[in-house]
């Protein structure tokens, strides 16, 4: 079975900066397309990145675009997310998700979400 474990997430300052990273296990990892999504208390879920299989092919949501870089080592079965200059609106749980297929597209489905790990910013 699949199990994706979120780590990295702490309390920081505004203007900080925190390494999420997600471990995969249960299947060929570089076979699939990986994203981060966060999700505040009573809201809605929302896409912050993606990467594909091989790492060759990116997106980013405009809200973290220049100031998040999602990466992945395949020899590692791992998923990062680098958040520079946060900001209190960066606050969230963020989830890792493993896509169903190598690439990336605007719409997708997802087999797999790890528990989420929190990241609080400080004003």
């Known amino acids: 079975q699949v199990q994706l474990v979120e780590s990295g997430g702490g309390l920081v300052q505004a203007g900080g900066s925190l390494r999420l990273s997600c471990a995969a296990s249960?299947?060929?990892?570089?076979?699939?397309?990986m994203d981060w999504f966060r999700q505040a208390p009573g809201k809605e879920r929302e896409f912050v990145a993606s990467?594909?299989?091989?790492?060759?092919?990116?997106i980013y949501a405009d809200s973290v675009k220049g100031r998040f870089t999602i990466s992945r080592d395949n020899a590692k079965d791992t998923l990062y997310l680098r958040m520079n200059s946060l900001k209190p609106e960066d606050t969230a749980v963020y989830y890792c998700?493993?896509?169903?297929?190598?690439?990336?597209?605007?719409?997708?489905?997802?087999?797999?979400w790890g528990q989420g790990t929190q990241v609080t910013v400080s004003s």
């Open positions: 249960g299947r060929i990892f570089s076979n699939y397309a």
């Open positions: 990467i594909s299989g091989s790492g060759g092919s990116i």
């Open positions: 998700a493993q896509r169903s297929t190598s690439y990336v597209s605007r719409t997708a489905n997802y087999d797999y």
